[in-house]
């Protein structure tokens, strides 16, 4: 029952998993998937499309039968709803923080300058109202949006902050995909969770593994073990991997193969047939599923990680039970037909190549036991002490007690928001060389930018990872070649991010700031 047999052995880090049992949970499905409202923002006085986001804590019944759980959210007790961006048009979004602390918005993956980009400097007091106004132009996509305050993103998230930005060009209806949002457009965000005895959140660095903070509740769309009633078709999953700390691999009941059409910013150039996908924390993947011929039957989302895991780290801790397991985390109950549905184009877009790269650079990853000095067991015990001290002020008394402790690190740096590590040019085209010298898997997500994957150790990155992304998976020992064009400044007083997108990662140091101007 207890993780502890798999710690066993493991000293210090072995005895501390081992205080909190990790218990396993398989309750049944029931109960509607709950679907982000849609939002598209309404007309101001100036005529300018207007969004408002009031974040607020609430309660959220994440499951069946539990109390109600103190949360954050967006307009609501947890998540947001879905905006829906439409490219080319000027918007403008107003953030309320009804909170008792500050936090940021930012929009992940979205082409905003550096002083639209809700980093870790645009800071919004309690009380305050943030104003974004820009247009978006970039490829259709399902991009998000979640808090970015230097040190908490983790807890900040963790507590519900989270919601999808759509962005829309009208390839969807160009390519006939199904379009009808929340019937067999659905949002998929993947969440796990651990709750106390009262069913309120645990974030606590004792209970976490190298990857960060896990939980043994998996919620989709804030619910666990949720029913999906969708009409015999071809469903459309847009999928976010809206954990901290975890991966998973996505599958389907019987091996059921399903098409990937798109990455974290846009539509591959066709679709690609799968039976696993896997995603990292941030990614974002959309995926046809043919229910055709299934009225009446009965089908599951779920993770198959077992087979990964290996690949990932050499670490024992990062082998919880789940990380070595199938697990449900949706079931699609297929109902009749519904005209129009939806098809699975051949030709999803056309992909523009890069301009000629100007210039290159290159990051290492560095993380705790990997060559770091001063690292390992010694910033464990800091990071204990620190978090010990910390405030206890998420929703519920929730912890927030990471700490800001430069355990994991970039080209041998820890976050500092003093500090500015280089500058690039407006326009330019460069090719990032990012290696993971960590015994861990990490992931890296740059700001303000899309890019392409132009290589896995030297191979080229498979189909599925060809299209535009902002988060990129690197296992250990692993090098990725990466290339993108600056289309959006950043100055030094709003400078863009690059970091690990595991959020105790990102708060504990790996993550580092450019700016972006005018040659
Ligand atoms: Cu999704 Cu810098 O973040
Ligand atoms: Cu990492």
Redesign the pocket.
């Known amino acids: 029952m207890a993780a502890g047999s798999e710690s066993m052995g493991m000293g210090a880090m072995g005895s501390m998993l081992a205080t909190t049992p990790i218990l396993r949970h398989t309750p049944s499905f029931a109960g509607p998937l709950p679907i982000p409202p849609l939002y598209a923002g309404n007309r101001a006085a100036d005529g300018v499309r207007e969004y408002r986001l009031a974040i607020a804590a609430g309660q959220a019944q994440l499951s069946a039968g539990l109390a109600p759980t103190p949360t954050w959210g967006y307009r609501g007790a947890i998540l947001g709803p879905s905006l829906r961006i439409p490219r080319g048009e000027p918007i403008r979004i107003l953030v309320h923080n009804g909170l008792d602390q500050s936090t940021t918005t930012h929009w992940h993956g979205a082409h905003v300058p550096g002083d639209m980009d809700g980093g870790p400097q645009s800071l919004i007091a309690p009380g305050r109202t943030w104003h974004y106004h820009y247009t978006i132009d970039q490829p259709e996509a399902t991009l998000w949006y979640h808090p970015h305050p230097n040190g908490r993103t983790g807890p900040h998230v963790y507590a519900g902050l989270a919601g999808l930005y759509l962005v829309q060009d009208g390839s969807a209806e160009r390519l006939g995909l199904p379009r009808h949002y929340g019937i067999d457009d659905v949002p998929v965000i993947v969440q796990d969770r651990l709750l106390d005895a009262h069913d309120r959140l645990v974030y606590m660095p004792q209970v976490m593994d190298v990857m960060g903070m896990k939980g043994n509740r998996f919620l989709v769309n804030g619910r666990e073990s949720p029913v999906l009633e969708a009409p015999a078709g071809w469903l459309r999953l847009r999928l976010l991997n809206g954990s901290n700390a975890r991966l998973y691999n996505f599958a389907l009941s019987g091996d059921r193969t399903f098409y990937q059409i798109a990455t974290d910013a846009g539509f591959l150039e066709a679709p690609v047939a799968l039976q696993r996908l896997l995603l990292a924390p941030a990614e974002r993947a959309e995926i046809l599923v043919d229910l055709r011929h299934l009225d009446g039957k009965r089908l599951w989302l779920r993770s198959d990680s077992a087979a990964v895991v290996p690949s990932l780290s050499t670490m024992p801790m990062d082998s919880d039970a789940y990380d070595r397991s199938v697990f449900d985390l949706l079931e699609i109950r297929v109902g009749p037909a519904r005209a129009p549905g939806g098809r699975l184009p051949e030709h999803l877009a056309t992909l523009a190549n890069l301009p000629e790269i100007q210039r290159e650079r290159h990051f290492s990853l560095q993380g705790m036991m990997g060559g770091m000095g001063g690292g390992g067991m010694a910033g464990m015990a800091a990071l204990r002490k620190a978090a010990a001290k910390a405030p206890r002020n998420g929703p519920g008394g929730m912890s927030m007690g990471i700490g800001n402790l430069p355990l994991?690190t970039i080209n041998h740096l820890a976050m500092d928001m003093r500090r500015i590590d280089f500058s690039t040019t407006l326009g330019s085209t460069e090719l990032w060389e990012v290696v993971n010298r960590a015994h861990m898997a990490?992931?890296f997500h740059v700001h303000g930018v899309s890019f392409r994957i132009q290589s896995r150790d030297g191979r080229e990155p498979p189909p599925w990872e060809r299209g535009w992304k902002d988060v990129v998976l690197i296992r250990r020992g692993e090098s990725v070649r990466l290339a993108m064009t600056f289309t959006q400044p950043a100055s030094k007083a709003f400078p863009f991010m690059y970091h690990?997108h595991?959020l105790e990662?990102e708060d504990n140091g790996?993550m580092g700031q450019f700016t972006v101007v005018r040659s």
Do not use: D, E, K
Request: proline share 0%; with cysteine; hydrophobic share 45%.
């Open positions: 994991f990490h992931t690990c595991m990662h790996m």
